[in-house]
């Protein structure tokens, strides 16, 4: 009978050599940071458990959560009360796209891309442009090109989305869940053309203003919090609490706020200022006992690697208080299916 040091010596040399290109990709990105070649079979930091999740923990909700069509039918099943923004329009291929809709404020999207949502301001753009630029969005696979697996069963759809907040400009926020742990909370302001943003991390005291600056905008923003953040932080934790880790995104306009999307791969599978690190709070929280992976039945060699790196995972937890918080908190449900929440 094999130790659990030599199943997971094993499984890091197949998921090695099956994953290589992925492999490279973040041992690549852990050198420029000074920081020791990547764990594919026992990862230690956030990047690890990214790169983890994309070739192991394939959770059914992973798909639902990187379909925002889906996801709004999610949310709504689960919690009725939460405000989404409405759908006004939906296509499979962006040709029948109703001129009349595209008012200034309504927001254009693809339901499973990222940086695919176009805001329409006052002079809007021709229909052929848009109907252009939609296709193009059709055309993007992220499930293939950058191993986000949620991505690649979705049903492509782009549709057009009614404008939250008319007249007022529109800000977001981004809560960072490790289970119910909220430890990580970004905001993002838009005061006209010029966009802000603030940091802001939770080390054991409550959610503190960082000096780092978001990857989304170089200026560092340094005003309170605003009232509405705390709100988005109670419906953060009342999601987050079925994942072991998810990112909520909310669109608000400082005074009220609309539930924006899940994600599931934070910036393709990384975090750029702590993702590298092990010791950090955000990372100690995200238990990978609680995913998918660890909570499902398996066969031959993945079935001996899950029991041997659960174990490992328990040792771990025992000299780690941190990470021990996590324990207590009721598992995930994962017996959920895409279909049920899909477009048409």
Wanted: positive net charge; charged residues 25%; contains cysteine.
């Amino acid at each position: 009978m094999q130790n659990d040091r030599t199943v997971l010596r094993d499984a890091e040399i197949r998921l090695r050599n099956i994953h290589r290109h992925q492999w490279h990709l973040l041992r690549n990105r852990m050198l420029r940071k000074g920081r020791l070649f990547p764990k594919l079979a026992l990862p230690q930091t956030m990047d690890e458990k990214f790169l983890w999740r994309k070739l192991l923990d394939h959770d059914p909700r992973f798909v639902i959560m990187s379909d925002k069509l889906a996801t709004k039918r999610w949310l709504a099943a689960r919690w009725p009360e939460l405000p989404v923004a409405s759908v006004l329009w939906t296509s499979r291929t962006g040709r029948d796209l109703p001129y009349d809709l595209c008012a200034p404020g309504v927001v254009l999207k693809y339901n499973c891309g990222s940086h695919t949502n176009l805001v329409l301001g006052s002079d809007v753009p021709a229909r052929k442009h848009l109907v252009g630029r939609l296709r193009s969005w059709l055309r993007t696979d992220y499930g293939w090109e950058t191993g986000e697996w949620g991505y690649s069963p979705v049903r492509r759809r782009v549709f057009a989305e009614a404008n939250a907040f008319p007249g007022r400009p529109v800000s977001e926020i981004k809560a960072y869940m490790q289970g119910g742990f909220l430890d990580r909370l970004v905001m993002i302001y838009q005061d006209g053309p010029k966009k802000t943003a603030a940091i802001w991390q939770d080390h054991g005291q409550g959610l503190e203003l960082t000096q780092a600056t978001a990857a989304v905008s170089p200026i560092r923003d340094t005003r309170p919090l605003p009232e509405v953040a705390a709100r988005a932080c109670r419906i953060a934790r009342m999601i987050g609490a079925e994942f072991d880790h998810v990112r909520v995104d909310f669109m608000t306009d400082l005074q009220d706020l609309v539930v924006g999307e899940m994600t599931i791969y934070n910036l393709g599978g990384r975090v750029s200022d702590l993702g590298h690190l092990r010791d950090v709070r955000m990372n100690r929280h995200w238990d990978l006992r609680r995913s998918w992976f660890l909570n499902s039945y398996h066969t031959g060699w993945k079935q001996r690697y899950a029991a041997a790196l659960r174990a490992q995972l328990d040792r771990q937890a025992e000299n780690d208080p941190v990470m021990a918080e996590v324990a207590a908190l009721p598992c995930s449900v994962f017996d959920i299916c895409y279909d049920d929440y899909a477009p048409d």
